[in-house]
């Protein structure tokens, strides 16, 4: 079995299992280099303690699961990203590319000795039981998070379909803990949903960047043009909440809409880990406007596509400032049943921007907030055409009041709140959108 890989998502929680890998990218020693001093002072600490530990702790301890310690220890200490990962690590792993998996749908990291909700993703338990980006785990049913490792915190979330598990949450703005009881499922992501938002302005929601999320794209994008006669006047493209995934679907949604030029490049200290991805010609909204939506739960794959389209000056970047996950992991064997999953490279934009622990800017910041609706008022405002003796328009007005009574039935048909109420960031994009063909028609 093969254990080399890629990843650019975050640290894998084992709960959504959404680690994305790259199979094929192999990382190799060159012979020819030296091999560095081993710090043998420091080696001989390690061999008296791991000595003093076999003959001195107050319960035997198995040589394997010792030295397995200490591997963890060491590479947990480099950064949250860098990892032990057995068979069934590994394996898990690798199941976050198919968009098929077991748990709760969340994507989480290790902050201060807790669990750190980075998003929940669409369409399971945890984002239908309102788990929200930056939500701090600090108890599992009765087990207190604290002291534990990611991976101890995970085997815990782990469990069999339709059993529960008692969250316990602090979340900002809560004056206490938040209860939260979710169901395990198994999880089938889609990673790429369409709709219309009006006659010519179309909205794509991707969730995740899997295996088949370019082609998904461009078949969601197909399907709204044939809605709308062949063509679009502006796209919303939402990655909020959108926690990474592949590298190569991230390069391959952003060269969806970028004709020319870098869309990423990687820097490390192995040759390897240098790499640079660059567009085809190609656009498939044919300089059609476009919006793109990020918050604090986009990380990784979504960073890299706002990233690029920003540099590039081909989207506007609107909502709150991304979660700053700009590394690269390299997957490599230790033995056919064990590897280690490693920080090997940074990531930049096309401009030379490091996203790392900085995260995209947006161009326009939309922080997150609610909006509400004012309560209907039986009393209408006096207008001209209310006025006895108003002169008549000359123009006719039979095409404007068609046009008003099927906005109001469209309206009424739906039965929901306005969008500024129900997604206040989508609805100024669409009106950004509309802005911009305003200013700059056909």
């Known amino acids: 079995m093969s254990f080399f890989k890629r990843d650019l998502s975050l640290i894998s929680t084992g709960v959504v299992l959404g680690a994305s890998l790259v199979f094929g990218q192999m990382v190799f020693a060159d012979k020819s280099e030296p091999r560095p001093d ?50 069934d690590d590994f394996k898990d792993l690798r199941e976050g590319t198919s968009g098929e998996f077991g748990g709760l749908g969340i994507e989480v990291t290790m902050e201060d000795g807790f669990v750190k909700v980075v998003s929940p993703i669409d369409d399971t338990p945890a984002a239908r039981g309102g788990i929200q980006a ?5 108890r599992l049913d009765d087990t207190p998070v604290k002291g534990l490792s990611l991976g101890d915190a995970v085997d815990i979330m782990r469990g069999k379909p339709d059993s529960k598990l008692l969250l316990t949450i602090i979340r900002d703005g809560e004056d206490k803990p ?60 939402d990655l909020r909440n959108n926690p990474g995934g592949l590298l190569d679907a991230a390069v391959d949604v952003s060269d969806a809409f970028i004709t020319k030029g870098k869309i990423v490049y990687t820097e490390g200290r192995i040759k390897d880990a240098a790499q640079e991805f660059n567009a085809k010609p190609n656009d498939i909204l044919k300089g059609a406007p476009l919006v793109v939506l990020v918050n604090g739960g986009s990380a990784s794959a979504s960073e890299i596509v706002a990233g690029a389209l920003q540099d590039h000056q081909r989207a506007i970047i609107l909502g709150s400032k991304t979660f700053g996950k700009g590394s690269v992991q390299t997957v490599m064997p230790l033995t056919n049943q064990t590897a280690v999953k490693m920080t090997t490279a940074r990531y930049f934009t096309p401009s030379g921007r490091s996203i790392q622990a900085e995260g995209i800017v947006p161009d326009i910041v939309i922080e997150n907030f609610k909006i509400s609706a004012l309560e209907n008022n039986e009393f209408s405002p006096l207008r001209e055409q209310d006025l006895s003796g108003h002169l008549e328009n000359g123009n006719g007005n039979a095409e404007t009041e068609a046009k008003d009574e099927s906005a109001k039935a469209v309206e009424e048909e739906k039965n929901e709140a306005p969008l500024a109420v129900r997604d206040y960031p989508l609805s100024q994009a669409l009106n950004l959108l509309k802005g911009i063909n305003i200013l700059n028609p056909k």
Not at 49 to 73: H, M
Not at 178 to 192: D, F, G, N, P, Q
Request: no cysteine; proline share 3%.
């Open 38 to 87: 081993l710090p043998l002072d420091e080696l001989r600490t390690f061999s008296e303690v791991f000595g003093r530990i076999k003959n001195s702790y107050v319960e035997p301890v198995d040589d394997k699961q010792l030295l397995q310690n200490a591997i963890e220890g060491m590479l947990s200490g480099l950064d949250p990203h860098s990892t032990y990962l057995d068979l």
């Open 134 to 138: 930056g939500d701090l785990i600090i």
């Open 178 to 237: 938040l209860k939260i009881e979710l169901t395990r499922a198994i999880i089938k992501v889609t990673s790429v949903k369409q709709k219309m938002l009006e006659p010519g302005y179309g909205y794509v929601r991707i969730s995740t960047f899997q295996s088949r999320t370019s082609d998904s794209l461009k078949e969601a994008i197909g399907a709204l043009k044939q809605e709308n006669d062949g063509s679009l006047n502006g796209l919303v493209l």
